[in-house]
């Protein structure tokens, strides 16, 4: 499997005549998702990957930190194209890796897939109705271009070359290890270690159990707590549909009833926050006793950050049989044996877990242009959640802060075959939507208070006050836009390119 999925090695750059139909940026999820679709949804349409990368996987293939787990359920995470079998409904990171290069092998998509290539930019010409896409290839970093009609953006939106690292003072003094779980040591032992967790988030809710089995104590270090909510490993329903069922048919039932049900709690975390606070912290003390309240008692209400999802309740167990703890204070120094609290407590630690979250990297850092002219991507509007106003064909592929990322991943990459095949049926070469003049009110696109969105939120694109400009967070909703709107909505322009003959741009109502 592994010989084959790496077949096109970095060292192939692709000569600078070739062109595509579709470039696809990322052999993620995401990115090998939507190769399925062309397949499927444009036969007629020639297509590549570019993976900056060696390997098939994305942030399955990254992080190698110990414990690493999907924090959404697989049967929402996983294709609907193809059911996820696994017995565990928040997989181990190994899992979904297979799931995803399995997938890719099954449906022939890792021969399109050509590794090691780094897109640095992009420049659009609406007179040949084409983008040009630079790339560096290998190690060496040799310079590629590449042309094609469409460019879809996989890669997500987290920088992959190095995650949020704070500067605390007495760091170069500290003899242990400090580590941030991206850039996971292979050679890191921690069995028998006095272990320290710094952060509260996804990642370190997975690490403090998984390293706790074989550690001498795990301690959780938060500056302020987050909300935890356990959830039981396995879905039995969904077993039972699965003996019952055809296997599309079972997992598409559990996969809407997990979409309803998460969007249920959702709605009820923001129109309620009150009720759903005190349901979560009734399963605190239901899981630990009596005071550890403190240490899962946030002062924003459910949803205005992420909330954390540990499978049957690990966290909690460790916590309770003496394995881990939490603290709640912040960073005075770190000395030599470990961490001074700005409390005076100090916490002897062998090893370090800096799981202080991730930095942002808006198109993965490419340069776009657009007719010569730059784009400023803070300056734009996000259409309908997946292309970005004024910026001719190209989507990006942005999963749901509030659910499944694959769920809208999955719409998007539908949406972009439903809008090639329109302009091939009209014989169009370009689509563009078009920023209105007036009437509509700029937000931030992402509607979370928590610091990795913070940091990075002014060099994100934007999002409207109406649609479809607006980023709902509603897979139902972005059901009916992207499956169920019209393609050629009033705020689509498209056009024809000038070899094609005389420029025809017009906004089709």
Not at 128 to 135: G, I, K, N
Not at 163 to 187: C, K, S
């Amino acid at each position: 499997m592994d010989g084959m999925i790496r077949q096109a090695t970095a060292a192939e750059a692709l000569p600078p005549t070739v062109h595509v139909d579709v470039l696809v940026v990322g052999a993620g999820l995401s990115g090998i998702g939507a190769a399925y679709y062309l397949q499927t949804g444009c036969p007629g349409r020639s297509y590549a990957v570019l993976e900056a990368r060696d390997a098939i996987g994305g942030t399955w293939d990254l992080f190698r930190y110990p414990g690493i787990r999907s924090d959404s359920d697989m049967y929402t995470l996983g294709f609907s194209f193809r059911p996820w079998q696994g017995g565990k409904v928040f997989a181990d990171g190994g899992a979904i890796l297979d799931y995803i290069r399995e997938t890719a092998a099954e449906h022939g998509i890792d021969k399109r897939i050509r590794f090691g290539h780094r897109v640095t930019a992009a420049s659009w010409s609406t007179a040949d109705a084409r983008w040009t896409v630079e790339a560096e290839v290998g190690p060496d970093r040799t310079p590629a271009r590449l042309t094609c009609n469409f460019l879809y953006l996989c890669s997500g939106y987290y920088d992959y070359d190095a995650g949020h690292m704070p500067e605390w003072p007495g760091t170069d003094r500290f003899r242990g290890r400090l580590v941030h779980p991206q850039a996971w040591p292979p050679d890191l032992d921690h069995a028998g270690k006095r272990v320290v967790v710094i952060g509260s988030g996804a990642t370190a809710v997975t690490l403090v159990p998984a390293m706790a089995g074989t550690a001498a104590h795990v301690t959780m270090l938060q500056r302020s707590p987050t909300y935890v909510v356990a959830r039981p490993s396995q879905d039995p329903l969904a077993r039972r549909l699965q003996s019952l069922l055809p296997a599309r048919w079972a997992h598409g039932a559990t996969r809407w009833k997990n979409v309803l049900l998460s969007m249920w709690f959702y709605q009820l975390s923001r129109r309620r926050p009150d009720l759903v606070k005190r349901l979560i912290l009734k399963g605190v003390q239901a899981a630990l006793g009596p005071g550890h309240e403190a240490h899962f008692t946030p002062s924003y209400k459910p949803w205005d950050q992420r909330m954390c999802f540990v499978p049957d309740a690990d966290l909690f167990q460790a916590i309770k049989a003496g394995k881990a703890s939490v603290v709640t204070d912040t960073i005075d120094t770190f000395t030599e044996a470990g961490l001074r609290l700005s409390s005076g407590r100090e916490l002897a630690a062998d090893i370090v877990v800096a799981a202080t979250g991730l930095k942002l990297k808006v198109m993965g850092g490419m340069r776009l242009a657009v007719d010569g002219r730059p784009v400023e991507m803070p300056r734009a509007l996000t259409y309908k959640g997946m292309m970005f106003s004024d910026v001719p064909n190209m989507a990006a592929a942005i999963g749901y802060t509030n659910a499944s990322w694959t769920l809208k991943c999955e719409l998007t990459s539908r949406y972009v075959c439903r809008l090639l095949n329109h302009m091939a049926a009209k014989g169009l070469d370009w689509c563009v939507p078009r920023r209105p003049a007036a009437g509509v009110e700029d937000l931030p696109i992402i509607d979370l208070s928590s610091g990795y969105v913070q940091r990075s939120i002014d060099s994100l694109p934007r999002q409207g006050s109406a649609r479809p400009w607006r980023v709902y967070q509603n897979y139902l909703l972005d059901m009916a836009a992207l499956r169920l709107g019209p393609v050629d909505d009033g705020t689509m322009a498209f056009g024809r390119s000038d070899k094609a003959g005389p420029a025809k741009a017009a906004a089709h109502g």
